[in-house]
């Protein structure tokens, strides 16, 4: 059986305009859905499982705040951590009493991108108060001399020691303990030396990983760059990542290379695995503040915005620090950093045309 629905806000085309998906299912019963703002009648599946085609679209990370879907991270899958990844079609799944869960379904496997914490009554997730610049945020913004980016699902849409791990055979557990660090949880050099004691990685296995898993970047991101170089700002990238992994992205944007700031593996004569850099002031909690305070001692810049996703970014804005923050939510939606945020976005686009 097959009919259609009207979605405005969920999932969305380039210009932001509702559409109608076409959806499939061998239901034998209907129910009301009221996780978005109004009630849509379903189709229902008596196991909870529904499929419907999605065609020439993509998944938005603002569309699902929007609509007042919570968008969260499932444990022990990787392909959801990507909003933009074109799918075939959705699966929308049974999560609990209360919830339901939003998986891409790609070569007959599923993978979760999102999930919704509440099915009646709405989520407060996506009411937040900062998503239009105040007057002076938008001052800061045109006037920062130096911009700083995270580079892991802020730059680009993966997180580069998760893509490094399940490349290794590692994904799941690493892929746990790196949500754990972005949110706050556990304190950044903890998470960092267990993730990599989890799989040990060699220098061949780094080099072979660079050659087959080029970066993806965020879209937008290339021209908010290029923008900012042409209003005469200088580009930083501060990352809790790896140097061997963010030169490739830097040289894309046109990043010097001594304009990144990111830890550094260590490997022994026969490349074996030896360990990280811990003098890297990115190694630990509050390293990007570290980062953004040497940045502006060495170049004098008056002001300073700190662009990311995770909590180490939100410590860069601090006294001595960045004077801005902008949340950057198009990937990864932390809704403890994005709350705290002077100015939240999630399209690069915003600060794009913001520029002028």
Request: some cysteine; hydrophobic content about 40%.
């Amino acid at each position: 059986m097959t009919f259609k629905i009207l979605v405005n806000d969920w999932v969305r085309e380039n210009d932001g305009a509702g559409f109608t998906l076409p959806i499939v299912s061998s239901s034998s019963s209907t129910r009301d859905l009221h996780f978005f703002s109004a009630p849509w009648r379903l189709l229902h599946h008596q196991t909870a499982t529904m499929r419907f085609s999605l065609e020439n679209s993509v998944s938005s990370m603002e569309g699902l705040v929007n609509s007042g879907l919570n968008p969260v991270r499932v444990f022990g899958v990787r392909k959801h951590q990507s909003c933009f990844v074109p799918a075939s079609s959705l699966n929308l799944r049974k999560s609990g009493a209360c919830g339901f869960g939003i998986g891409v379904v790609m070569k007959n496997q599923c993978f979760v991108v999102a999930a919704s914490a509440a099915s009646v009554g709405g989520s407060k997730v996506g009411h937040f108060e900062n998503t239009l610049p105040s007057k002076e945020v938008l001052e800061l913004w045109r006037n920062s001399c130096a911009v700083c980016f995270d580079v892991d699902s802020t730059v680009c849409v993966d997180e580069g020691i998760d893509e490094l791990a399940e490349f290794c055979g590692a994904g799941n557990a690493v892929a746990e303990w790196t949500a754990r660090a972005m949110g706050g949880s556990v304190p950044f050099e903890e998470a960092l030396a267990a993730r990599l004691s989890l799989f040990n990685p060699s220098l061949s296995q780094v080099q072979n990983f660079l050659e087959q898993k080029p970066p993806r970047l965020s879209p937008g991101i290339e021209e908010l760059v290029q923008k900012l170089k042409v209003h005469g700002k200088h580009v930083y990238l501060i990352s809790g990542g790896f140097r061997q992994m963010i030169n490739p992205v830097a040289s894309i944007l046109g990043i010097p290379r001594e304009n990144i700031f990111a830890n550094q593996l260590l490997f022994g004569s026969s490349g074996e695995f030896l360990g990280f850099d811990k003098n890297e002031p990115t190694s630990r909690s509050g390293g990007k503040a570290v980062a953004v305070q040497q940045i502006k001692k060495a170049h004098g810049y008056k002001t300073l915005t700190m662009t990311g996703d995770g909590a180490t970014d939100l410590e860069a804005r601090k006294p001595g620090g960045a004077e801005l923050f902008i949340c950057y939510a198009g990937v990864q939606l932390r809704e403890s950093v994005a709350a705290k945020a002077d100015w939240l976005v999630f399209n690069f686009k915003d600060l794009i045309n913001s520029l002028g």
